[in-house]
Structure formats: C-alpha cells, structure tokens
C-alpha cells in the first residue's frame, strides 16, 4: 500500500481582472495523480514556475486545491477541517529552499527545533524536550554550543541543518524537501545531501524531494516525476528518466545538465 496518494489533484489562482474584462485563472496544477511507496524517494522536478512547490503546498494543505484528493497513510487529507489537519502535520516534515529565511530571526537555535514539540506534543516534560533537541541536533552535526545562537549568525548551510533537525523532530513518515540545496554552495549542497541520504536510510523515511536540478536528483531519488506548467509529462524510475527519457522536455532538461 502507497503511503501517499495524490489523485487528480489541481489548483487555480484567480488572476487580477480590469474591470469589465473576463474573469482570468491560472491553472498552476493540473489534474496530477502520483502515488509514493513507504521508504521510498521520488523526485518531483521540472523548471522554475512549473508548478513543483504549489503541488506540494496543496498536498500539505497551505494552499487550497480547486479539486482532487490526497490520501495520505489511508486517510483522504482533504477531508479534515483545520484542526484534525493541525494533528496530522506532526506526521509530515517540510524543508524549505531558503534557510535562512525559513527561520524566525528572534528564535535561537534551540527554540526553532524545539518549537514544532511544543505544538505536537505538549504533554512532553522540558527534560525530554531539552533531550530530544539535543538528539537530533547531534544528528545534523550541530555543536551544543551554538543552541543559543540566531538564525543570521550562521551559513547558509548551518541554517539548512536547522531547517532539517526542525523538519525531523517530531520523527514524521513523510518527509518533504522543496529545492533544499538549491540556495547553497556546491560544496555545501553535497553535505546536506549526504546528511538527507543518511537520515532516510537509517529512518527508513519517505520523501518528496523538489527539484530543478536534475543533476542533484540524480543522487537521491528512486523515482521521477516530471511537471512542466502543471501537468506531468513524464515519470519513472532514475534509470530510466536518465537513461532513456521518452518526452522532449525531460530530454531537453537532460540535455541543459553540465555535467552528471
């Protein structure tokens, strides 16, 4: 059984309308049907503005979908009210392509990945929070020392594993990465993604990994998916994606990567 299934799923954004005129609508997702296997990672990829972040934000419920339906570990997502949905998200993990800005400036360390216990589990004692922070801050590499530092004394690449030990803490089942090393130095990127391939492997984690590069996909994922103005247009596993892509803009995608 899938632990996620998306079914027909769209979104429409009302566009702004002079006056007089017909009314205008983007379809930024258009009737996209996936499904994701427990411990396994697909790649969704596809160039800027083609709708690889809306569809995750309507899976995860920040934005509103038009239709469809998001069935996630058997249950329809799109059938709670806001505060089952609230419940939920402690099972879903979500990093974010700006680390630094995904980051409250007024929060030190420690309180940005303590923050997501204090919503889920608020039974939860400070000694188990202080331990639990403390874990998975071990986890991303993160010294002790800095858990009362701020977001903007760190790199860009420090802020990721901020992001990440937050997006980890309440131990999800699915884990959603939108452009993680996209905003980071190569150098920087092959850590954060050795530190995610890691992680997956010894948590057994499912993950949606967003992406416009193709040569980063390459290292992480199982399967791809490829979007391009909303609509799939390709998918399969990286063997075949890679080596024999079937539609001209997967094999124009392909051909732009520098090198593999």
């Not at 006056?19 to 930024?28: E, P, S, Y």
């Not at 427990?38 to 979908?65: D, N």
């Not at 993680?180 to 997956?200: C, F, R, T």
């Not at 075949?240 to 001209?248: A, S, V």
Request: proline letters at 5%.
């Amino acid at each position: 059984m899938s632990l996620l299934e998306v079914s027909s799923l769209s979104v429409n954004f009302n566009l702004p309308t002079p006056l007089f005129q017909k009314k205008r609508i983007l379809h930024a997702v258009k009737s996209v049907s996936f499904a994701v296997e427990s411990g396994e990672t697909l790649a969704i990829v596809g160039e800027s503005g083609s709708g690889k972040s809306t569809l995750v934000r309507a899976i995860l419920r920040l934005v509103t979908a038009s239709e469809g339906d998001v069935v996630f570990d058997g249950e329809n997502l799109m059938n709670l009210n806001q505060g089952e949905m609230r419940v939920r998200r402690k099972r879903l993990g979500m990093i974010f392509q700006d680390p630094i800005a995904s980051l409250s400036p007024r929060r030190t360390v420690f309180q940005i990945i303590e923050e997501p216990l204090l919503v889920h589990f608020p039974q939860m004692t400070a000694d188990e929070r202080e331990a639990k922070v403390g874990q998975f801050m071990d986890l991303m590499r993160l010294p002790s020392s800095v858990r009362n530092r701020y977001p903007h004394e760190f790199s860009g690449g420090q802020a990721q594993r901020i992001g990440i030990a937050r997006a980890l803490i309440c131990e999800p089942d699915l884990l959603i990465a939108d452009e993680p090393v996209s905003a980071l130095d190569v150098s920087i990127q092959a850590e954060v993604l050795d530190l995610l391939s890691e992680i997956k492997e010894s948590q057994n984690l499912t993950m949606l990994f967003i992406s416009h590069d193709l040569s980063v996909v390459y290292q992480v994922a199982d399967r791809v998916l490829v979007l391009q103005h909303g609509e799939i247009k390709e998918t399969g596993t990286v063997a075949n994606i890679f080596g024999t892509p079937k539609d001209p803009y997967t094999q124009r995608l392909l051909a732009a990567i520098p090198t593999l």
